[in-house]
């Protein structure tokens, strides 16, 4: 089992900035493939980001890339996602996911929410138009 906890949510007015974090334990933290999902209200829970094991090869969003950094420190089993030039739309929960990097079924999988086993409870991140 993994537990992974976010924080770093908040209210920013637009063009602001804000880092995520989300820490996990149970875990060897370096064999977990990380990934960043949002949900806005009355929608999916959409793909953010995701990061490998290794540190490399990040994905994103077409709408946040550019704006928005996943990157991860193995040695605080924390990874992060920097949002910076945030947009109204934007405004959503953020939630951390994790899957066991020996589990993930193809690099084309990784932007879908059901390869992830793990997920942290979300935090609120508001940007005021």
Not at 80 to 109: G, R
Not at 120 to 128: A, E, I, K, N
């Amino acid at each position: 089992q993994v537990a992974l906890v976010e924080s770093g949510g908040g209210l920013v007015q637009a063009g602001g900035s804000l880092r995520l974090s989300c820490t996990a334990s149970g875990r060897t933290f370096s064999s977990l493939t990380m990934g960043w999902f949002r949900q806005a209200r009355d929608n999916e829970r959409d793909f953010v980001a995701t990061i490998a094991w290794s540190g490399g090869s990040p994905l994103y969003a077409d709408s946040v890339n550019g704006r928005f950094t996943i990157s991860r420190d193995n040695a605080k089993n924390t990874v992060y996602l920097q949002m910076n030039n945030l947009k109204a739309e934007d405004t959503a929960v953020y939630y951390c996911a994790a899957q066991n990097q020996a589990l993930i079924i193809s690099p084309s999988t990784l932007r879908d929410d059901w390869e992830y086993d793990y997920w942290g409870q979300g935090t609120q991140v508001t940007v005021s138009s």
